[in-house]
DNA sequence: GATAATTGCGCAATGG
DNA sequence: CCCATTGCGCAATTAT
């Protein structure tokens, strides 16, 4: 599922299946599904005004009908391309994804650098504050005493 | 190995005359009719065939055939589970985006908050530095260190 | 070689 | 009415 090789067909008539248009018949298969026909409600003749709400079918679609084929080409185009933006979505969307892991990792290691710089500091804090503690309770010498001295305590 | 396919014309423009996939079905509607004429080289008589490389047709697919209603019928099944799986993963991307944003925001938050944390126990640095300096310089004075103006930056 | 999975494409119904 | 989406089937290719 990599490599969307181009979808290559050939002109009509290389295969022995491929039909060509006219052929007017929607039949049911078999044994299975398939669309159904319906009655036709007549043409709406004349001005073709009055259309009340009431159950109006379409008519079977000529298919042969040059606006039939006309409109059946035009979806068929907005088909393609609506297919083609779904897929061009989801692919943004996978890329986000992957961006948005990428982000994740840059914050979490900041997370854990900023985290590290903390406890280093608040480290430092804790052993002033011990000096102090000491230099409150001997305070004989004047400076220079960065030698830990006491031990006692928990 | 994987050769490139064939350039296939899929020009988003007019086509002329569009080219129907083989939907021959023979089948009618109303006056059924359920007779395809079927042009099947039938059960290959004879020993080993010897097609070297030449033009092999393939036959048309006999929609009679109970064989090629099965196939069509499972690899239905198989389009249609393909899809659906398809259309899962690309829901869960789209969630797997969600959480990721939300992971994001959750680590930036996080970052702000120990950012601050770090910015204050800089400044309490600082100052006490301050301190320890003036009373290195004035160790006269007793206890009352003013307020100590300091801007630390990033 | 057979079967399952993908993929491109067209049709029709439906929603804006 | 036109375009966009969506479910579905067919057939060709590709992967197992």
Known sequence: MSRPSQPKLTTADNHGVSVIQSQAHAAAASSSLQQVPQLVPATPAGGGKALPPSKMKKQ?????????????????????????RSKQKAMDTQQRVNELKEE???LEAKIKL??????????????HAHNLADNAQAPASDASSPAVKNASGQ
Not at 61 to 84: I, T
Request: proline share 2%; aromatic share 4%.
């Open 114 to 127: 900023l985290s590290k710089e903390l406890s280093v500091l608040k480290d430092l804090f804790l052993e």
């Open 104 to 106: 994740n990792e840059r």
């Open 60 to 84: 079977p679609a000529d298919k042969d009908s040059e606006e039939y084929r006309l409109r059946r080409e035009r979806n068929n185009l907005a088909v393609k391309k609506s297919r083609m």
